[in-house]
C-alpha cells in the first residue's frame, strides 16, 4: 500500500506564485509514476501534471503549460508543482496521485490511470 500526504496549499493572488508537495510513503518503490489533479466542486477532477518516477518524463494539460512545472526528489520519494503565474481558474483541490504501472502517455490524463490518491490540499487564487 501506499499513502500519499500533500502540503502546501494555500491563498495566492492572480500572477503569483505556489508550491504544492506530495511525498509517498509505504510501497514506494512499486510506483511509476505521480502527478496532480484538482477539483473544484461541481466538477471533475482535472488532470494537471504527471511525472514518470523513472524515465523523469513530464506531462501537463494545456491550461498549465508554461506556468506550472512538475519535479520529483527521488531520494525523499516526494514530487512537486511549482505553479507560477496563477490565475484564477486554478482555484481547485489539489489532489496527489501515484501509478503503479508504467506511464502510458496516451492515457496519463485520466482518473483511470492512478491507483493511490491523497486527500488533497485547497488552493485559492484571488483576483
Known amino acids: 500500500q501506499v499513502e500519499l500526504v500533500e502540503s502546501g496549499g494555500g491563498l495566492v493572488q492572480a500572477g503569483g506564485s505556489l508550491r504544492v508537495s506530495c511525498t509517498a510513503s509505504?510501497?514506494?518503490?512499486?510506483?511509476?509514476?505521480m502527478g496532480w489533479f484538482r477539483q473544484v466542486p461541481g466538477k471533475k477532477r482535472e488532470f494537471v501534471a504527471t511525472?514518470?518516477?523513472?524515465?523523469?518524463?513530464?506531462y501537463y494539460a494545456d491550461s498549465v503549460k508554461g506556468r506550472f512545472t512538475i519535479s520529483r526528489d527521488g531520494a525523499k520519494n516526494t514530487v512537486y508543482l511549482q505553479m507560477n503565474n496563477l490565475k484564477s481558474e486554478d482555484t481547485g483541490l489539489y489532489f496527489c496521485?501515484?501509478?503503479?504501472?508504467?506511464?502510458?502517455?496516451?492515457?496519463?490524463?485520466?482518473?483511470?490511470?492512478?491507483?493511490?490518491w491523497g486527500r488533497g490540499t485547497q488552493v485559492t487564487v484571488s483576483s
Open positions: 511525472i514518470s518516477t523513472t524515465a523523469g518524463s513530464t
Open positions: 509505504g510501497r514506494t518503490f512499486s510506483l511509476y509514476g
Open positions: 496521485v501515484a501509478a503503479r504501472w508504467a506511464i502510458n502517455s496516451m492515457a496519463v490524463s485520466t482518473t483511470e490511470h492512478y491507483d493511490y
